[in-house]
């Protein structure tokens, strides 16, 4: 090795280290100021929840007067009070009052008390419902929820994942057969989509429990619930048919249609045409030209399906009386139960945070044009 | 003008959109109709009116279209007065009235006459009395005379100046009748073994007397049908026709307002930032994430539980947090590049204020864009208001189609069989949606010709 090589390979060292390290702090420097954004955003956007949640401290109002109303009722009913004279009984009321402000926490004003529900609420300490329990009579928020949180995923996680890979691989069908009958249809049926599940809900209902009587109306299992699991899980599936069914009649077509122009548009392009001049397999064309470009695409959506599982959805849970988070949310709202609101609302902002920022790094693996915190 | 004609020749080479623009503009005709037939202070005293507006309706009657469809013809709603009523809602046969006059009083007769053709029995049968005398109550009796010729002694009473005899709910008719229930009893055929209602020419005569000069006695005749009036009652008598007719404009105005504000909303403030740059975009983009993170559903129903339930509230709160969502972001991406175009320098050599380039070089640019999206996004709008009435956070006031599917559903319509009560609006809904849809997706391929052909 002469000299002059040694130096170039030296140069050629330190340049890899330099850029090495330059990709490291850029890498750094990107995560750290998209982490306080993104808890910036998660920050503001709790609290605001938490202001509407209480109404601006115009539901402590309300709180208050119930409680109020139900200690007084309970006082005056209570015949072990028959004894005590108007003004013992009314410092009773007014020192049972006391303490249950005290132990809901409506002593204090409200400004101060937002920020210790954000404070609690950032560091997921939910603390205990105002109202509600769970159904094995917890008050803790988590528990609330965690008991709401499988008849949730079963449904809507099945049926969105289903919906999902079905749409993708139709519309990858479609894509390559574009202008069969199929696909007319398709485009055909895809205005359907304007109806929401809940809507169809209705409508299977109508047909399949009231009118032929095959189907439940609604709810989860069949009353009393059966023993053995075997049963059980049937009885969960015949109840899962129609809600699960409403949500694919509501969303197959138009995801459908949305997927197959989408992968049109790029089956259009010039390097597929050439691939195709080539005499590639389309099953080589559609994994290597047209999946690769649109994964960054397929997979955010894929996410934001999975993180739009939170929640449930209120309206078509209502409809087919199952019993899931978006029922008890509804429930949190209609009983003004903040805690379970805001517990709800975190945990949504919380994933949809950490999903933002890891989609990043996901297209810059998928995606070799992608730098992270690149421009 | 020549752009607006080539748009529409465009439009009527699309079947789906010249279907959707057809419906529209006939459920906006019917809306407008429905606006001036029932005068919005007169559609809210009728949808909050109780049984003294709707006393002459059955109760969950369904639609008199019913009748087309079925071999047995069910019955329908008869009225019958002898007397007119100064603001007619209802047609309402008259009957005939013959006064005799006697030394202090008179006999007073009145003679109802109706056909009944049905294949079925009806509902309810009702007599509302009024009557005027100063001391002395007047006296009736009522005699039923069916088509076969056989007269029935339904009841014999004294008056009082506003007095209600329903037939249904006098043990001594039903014991009279060997205990069939009058509606039936009054009705069926004798000499058939299972009730089969009598067709033909129905009498029924009611001889009154007052015992005062001035004293007067007059009777309306309800029969309340099986089927009632174009869309049926619900479980308050109320004609469902005000609801439905209604709930077009209401849907209509919501769905229109929402999507147009929203629409114009997001792309005048996506144009602003994007052509101040710097801390106002910084802005924008950080309000569109905290957007994100906001529960658009559950804040919606804490504004209807905590706050108020008036569409118009609800509306506003749609539109704010509706702007600020993915939409801008597609809107700033193609305002970034339109930016850079040198139209737009030549704008700014010519010393063009900002806000002449935002609204006469920036945002017409997208406007093709925008015009499918604000029409696709219609429907979306118009279930979000029936989803909100459906949780029983609708208008308190207002007569909206989702209203009456709450209405539905909390009274069993489903359990009990009232399948009109919910097909209906859901079907008015549905129509609504899919030609908004329809319209929206072909101006979609009409104005992105890269979707054209797809």
């Known amino acids: 090795m002469t000299e002059s090589e040694l130096v170039q390979s030296n140069e050629a060292a330190l340049y890899a280290k330099k850029a090495a390290s330059s990709t490291f702090n850029r890498l750094l420097r990107y995560t750290a100021v998209r982490l306080v954004t993104l808890l910036f955003t998660v920050v503001i956007g709790v609290y605001l929840t938490i202001l509407i949640a209480n109404m601006g401290g115009y539901v402590d109002e309300i709180l208050k007067g119930e409680l109020r109303q139900n200690i007084s009722i309970s006082v005056s009913l209570n015949p072990a009070y028959r004894d005590y004279t108007v003004e013992q009984r009314a410092a009773l009321i007014a020192d049972q009052i006391r303490v249950e402000e005290e132990r809901l926490g409506l002593n204090r004003p409200f400004a101060i008390r937002s920020l210790t529900y954000l404070w609690n609420a950032l560091r997921l300490e939910f603390g205990r419902a105002m109202q509600m329990t769970s159904d094995s009579g917890s008050k803790l928020v988590r528990n609330i929820i965690l008991e709401r949180l499988p008849s949730t995923l079963i449904l809507f996680g099945l049926s969105n994942l289903v919906l999902f890979f079905v749409s993708v691989f139709l519309a990858l069908m479609l894509s390559r057969h574009y202008g069969s009958f199929i696909d007319k249809a398709v485009v055909a049926l895809s205005p359907t989509s304007a109806a929401p599940p809940w809507f ?99 997979v955010t959506s894929f996410a934001l399906v999975l993180i739009n599982l939170w929640g449930g959805a209120i309206i078509t849970e209502t409809v087919f009386n199952w019993p899931g988070l978006g029922r008890t949310i509804f429930r949190a709202i209609g009983s003004y139960d903040t805690p379970v609101i805001v517990a709800s609302t975190i945990i949504f902002a919380y994933l949809l945070a950490i999903t933002v920022f890891l989609l990043d790094f996901i297209y810059a693996l998928v995606d070799p044009r992608v730098k992270v915190g690149g421009n | 003008m020549k752009k607006l004609q080539k748009t529409l020749i465009d439009i009527a080479r699309y079947p789906s959109a010249v279907i959707g623009l057809t419906i529209i ?193 007059d009777a309306e005749f309800v029969l309340h049908g099986q089927l009632h009036g174009w ?79 008036s569409i118009w509230v609800i509306l506003g709160f749609t539109i704010a947090l509706s702007i600020f969502t993915g939409a801008i972001k597609t809107y700033r991406a193609i305002f970034l590049q339109v930016r850079e175009s040198t139209y737009i320098e030549a704008a700014r050599a010519y010393g063009a204020s900002d806000a002449r380039i935002i609204f006469k070089y920036l945002i017409p640019r997208i406007i093709p864009l925008l015009i499918p999206g604000l029409v696709i996004g219609i429907p979306g709008f118009v279930f979000l208001e029936a989803a909100l009435a459906f949780l029983g956070l609708g208008d308190p006031v207002l007569p909206t189609w989702g209203k009456v599917i709450n209405d539905a559903q909390f009274n069993g319509a489903l359990y009990n069989g009232f399948y009109y009560w919910i097909v209906q609006p859901a079907a008015l809904l549905m129509l609504t949606g899919l030609a908004f849809s329809m319209l929206g997706f072909s101006l979609d391929r009409i104005f992105n010709p890269r979707l054209r052909g797809m």
């Not at chain 2, 909303?265 to 994100?292: C, H, K, P, S, Y």
Request: hydrophobic fraction near 45%; proline fraction near 6%; charged fraction near 20%.
């Open chain 1, 200 to 298: 169809y809900g209705i409508f299977l209902i109508l047909i399949f429990a009231a009118v032929l009587k095959v189907l439940p109306f609604g709810g989860m299992v069949s009353a009393p619930p059966p023993d053995n699991w075997f049963e059980y899980s049937l009885s969960l599936m015949r109840h899962m048919i129609l809600p699960a069914s409403s949500l694919m009649l509501a969303s197959l077509f138009l995801s459908v249609y949305n997927w197959r122009t989408f992968f049109l548009i790029y089956s259009s392009e010039d390097y597929v045409e050439m691939a195709k001049a080539k005499g590639l397999t389309s099953r080589d064309i559609e994994r290597r030209y047209i999946l690769r470009p649109t994964l960054p695409t397929i």
């Open chain 2, 231 to 309: 869309a049926g009652t619900d479980h308050q008598r109320r004609d469902l026709t005000v609801a439905l007719l209604w709930g077009i404009p209401i849907a209509l105005a919501f769905g229109l307002v929402a999507s147009l504000g929203t629409g114009i909303a997001t792309m005048t403030i996506a144009a602003v930032g994007v052509w101040f740059g710097g801390w106002v975009d910084e802005l924008i983009q950080r309000i569109t994430e905290i957007n994100l993170v906001l529960p658009f559903l559950s804040i919606l129903i804490m504004v209807g539980t905590f706050y108020s339930r």
């Open chain 2, 25 to 217: 503009i006939l459920m906006m005709s019917i809306g407008i109709y429905a606006m001036i037939a029932i005068p919005y202070p007169e559609a809210i005293r009728l949808w909050r009116g109780g049984e003294a507006v709707w006393y002459q309706n059955p109760k969950n009657a369904a639609p008199a279209w019913f009748n087309y469809f079925t071999q047995q013809k069910l019955s329908e709603t008869i009225l019958i007065a002898s007397f007119e009523e100064e603001n007619p809602v209802l047609q309402k046969d008259l009957a005939e009235k013959e006064v005799i006059p006697r030394e202090t009083g008179s006999e007073i007769t009145l003679t109802y006459t109706f056909e009944y053709d049905y294949d079925d029995f009806p509902k309810d049968l009702i007599f509302y009395f009024r009557s005027a005398y100063n001391e002395k109550l007047p006296f009736v009796a009522v005699r039923w005379y069916t088509p076969d010729g056989r007269e029935i002694r339904v009841t014999d009473m004294s008056i009082q100046r506003r007095q209600t005899y329903r037939f249904l709910q006098d043990t001594r008719l039903v014991r009279r009748l060997q205990g069939v229930s009058p509606d039936i009893a009054l009705f069926a055929d004798p000499n058939s073994e299972t009730p089969v209602p009598l067709k033909g020419t129905y009498k029924i005569v009611i001889e009154g007397i007052v015992f005062e000069d001035g004293a007067d006695i």
